[in-house]
């Protein structure tokens, strides 16, 4: 406690992980054991003395519902759009329009999920040359972390991704199915 030092440390469910409990030997096995995270008090010392020495703070998905949070939002985005290095990215392409409502829409708000749909996003627009982001490309892009290999789901650290917008009125074509007619005949 003599080392002046301040730490950072980011995770899922700190409390529930037990990263900050205490161990007990237990007498029937011989091995140490974490106890169950319910019960805890910080301040009213129920705590373990390691949870009593961090401030968890705890930061949750981004909101879209008032000024404030929207701003923090595109505030956000903003960032993200300042640290991209596609050839056609220009001021605003993520924070102006309806670019930021449509990227809450399919994120819900939640920074891993903005960040999987931008990563593969950016992959997609050099692959197709195009090199710049839009609703369109995105639309294309599936966000999917369950086969993400870094990532624990009993840790909660998969979070639901929100289904598809889907803009009423537009329908894509089958172009599969499309009868031509007959062989030879124009159209």
Not at 143 to 155: E, G, K, Q, S
Not at 176 to 187: I, S
Request: net charge negative; charged share 25%; glycine share 10%.
């Amino acid at each position: 406690m003599s080392m002046h030092v301040t730490l950072v440390l980011a995770g899922v469910d700190i409390p529930g992980s037990g990263l900050l409990s205490e161990g007990r030997r237990d007498a029937a096995t011989g091995q140490w054991t974490l106890p169950p995270a319910a019960g805890r008090r910080v301040n009213g010392l129920e705590a373990t003395q390691t949870e009593r020495r961090f401030d968890l703070v705890e930061l949750d998905r981004f909101r879209y519902d008032s000024p404030a949070n929207i701003a923090a939002w595109v505030t956000h985005l903003t960032g993200v759009e300042s640290a991209l290095r596609l050839l056609n990215v220009g001021p605003g392409m993520l924070s102006t329009g309806t670019m930021p409502e449509y990227l809450y829409d399919r994120t819900g708000g939640v920074v891993g999920l903005l960040e999987r749909l931008i990563e593969d996003g950016c992959r997609e627009a050099m692959d197709t040359k195009h090199e710049t982001l839009t609703e369109a490309l995105l639309d294309s892009i599936t966000i999917d972390l369950t086969h993400a290999p870094d990532r624990d789901p009993a840790a909660g650290e998969i979070p639901a991704v929100p289904p598809p917008r889907r803009t009423p009125g537009k329908r894509h074509r089958n172009t599969v199915l499309d009868d031509r007619g007959p062989a030879g005949a124009t159209g």
